[in-house]
């Protein structure tokens, strides 16, 4: 009898721990909702909550692992990869902020997110966690302030996300004055070498401004009013190609009303932060993830060859497996590579070395470059 009632205790809390969209064929199916600033980023937000929900227990299950966070947020980025249908139950914009809400019905598969988890977190051992640099110029009334309040939102957000960041007490006296300069002047080739010096692989650089509008009095109490607007973009530290280019949401300005100005602009700026840096976190995932599983396209630098020997370079990387595309330029005895690849610039420096070991000698891979010497006949 007892063993009867245990059994039907352990059937009774199985029967209870499956969800009612318990998994069929690998699938689960979920309905959630997801918002943004437009209708397509509240549809992606809807679909990375479903991937999210629909393999809950998946993602639980590697909360104690190394670089949960960014792995788990990585995935995420890729949600659409994940879903094998879904059904748009509604959409709604909003007359306050003009944000949109949208619901889906989605079915999930749930073995691929394991199956990219360990993807994933291989890369990310083998690779290591990006580090960031971010230099914000933040202005009240076009007068540069000390504490950006974009800047550190944008830096929470990554931080909560497993990213590493620049540490600023280690920045020395000289390379706090670079930065102010080089944020003075728009000079963002400035920040890339301070970026290369600390060896962040990402910088992040740009502007906020919170300008005073039209104060009011309501109820006779006199209110400033500030609206806040930036402008941040996303580079890659070695070869300072743009990534990602972000602004607040332009419909309608941060907003902040107080009694007192400092406040009023403080609180505008905050406002404008909070979109910028859920923005930011979004895009530098999305691209990390790209770079975590290759692809796109790697810069190839080889010094020391004339021009006559560029065509036969070129078409000797056109027989690696892994190279779909090659752009060539020379100037100075320098070839300037543009490779479209399938591959990390680690795996297609290695496939480079393997097949060209005569011809080239690899002297430098960063995540986005490869430089080598040439030294054939």
Not at 155 to 178: P, Y
Not at 180 to 194: H, R
Not at 280 to 308: A, S
Request: charged share 25%.
């Amino acid at each position: 009898m007892t063993r009867i009632l245990l059994a039907a205790v352990v059937a009774a809390m199985a029967a209870w721990a499956v969800p009612a969209w318990a998994a069929k064929n690998g699938l689960v199916t979920v309905e959630v909702t997801g918002s943004g600033i437009s209708k397509e980023d509240a549809l992606k937000d809807a679909k990375r909550n479903a991937v999210e929900k629909g393999s809950g227990t998946i993602i639980s299950s590697h909360s104690q692992t190394r670089d949960f966070q960014l792995v788990k947020d990585t995935i995420l980025a890729k949600s659409t990869g994940f879903i094998h249908s879904y059904k748009e139950i509604s959409a709604q914009q909003s007359k306050i902020d003009d944000t949109w809400t949208v619901k889906i019905s989605a079915e999930v598969s749930i073995q691929g997110v394991e199956d990219e988890w360990l993807v994933v977190q291989g890369l990310l051992q083998d690779i290591g966690r990006p580090k960031i640099l971010v230099v914000i110029n933040e202005r009240v009334d076009k007068k540069t302030v000390a504490m950006s309040t974009v800047q550190t939102k944008i830096e929470g957000a990554l931080k909560d996300s497993g990213f590493a960041l620049v540490d600023r007490d280690q920045l020395k006296e000289i390379d706090k004055r670079d930065l102010q300069a080089a944020l003075a002047d728009d000079k963002p080739d400035k920040v890339q070498a301070i970026a290369k010096r600390f060896g962040a692989q990402i910088f992040i650089y740009g502007t906020a401004d919170a300008n005073r509008g039209n104060d009011s009095r309501p109820g006779g109490v006199a209110m400033a009013t500030y609206e806040a607007q930036s402008n941040v973009k996303v580079f890659k530290s070695d070869t300072a190609e743009i990534e990602a280019s972000v602004t607040g949401n332009t419909n309608r300005p941060a907003r902040g009303v107080q009694q007192v100005p400092e406040s009023a602009a403080k609180q505008a700026l905050a406002f404008e932060a909070d979109v910028i840096a859920g923005k930011i976190k979004i895009r530098l995932i999305e691209n990390w993830q790209q770079f975590l599983t290759g692809g796109g396209e790697i810069k190839l630098y080889v010094e020391g060859i004339k021009f006559g020997q560029v065509r036969t370079l070129k078409a000797e990387l056109l027989k690696i497996k892994n190279i779909t595309e090659v752009n060539t330029e020379f100037s100075n005895s320098i070839a300037d590579c543009a490779i479209q690849s399938t591959i990390s610039a680690k795996d297609l420096a290695e496939k480079i070395d393997a097949a060209m070991d005569d011809i080239l000698e690899i002297t430098d891979v960063t995540q986005n470059v490869i430089k080598a010497t040439y030294i054939g006949k």
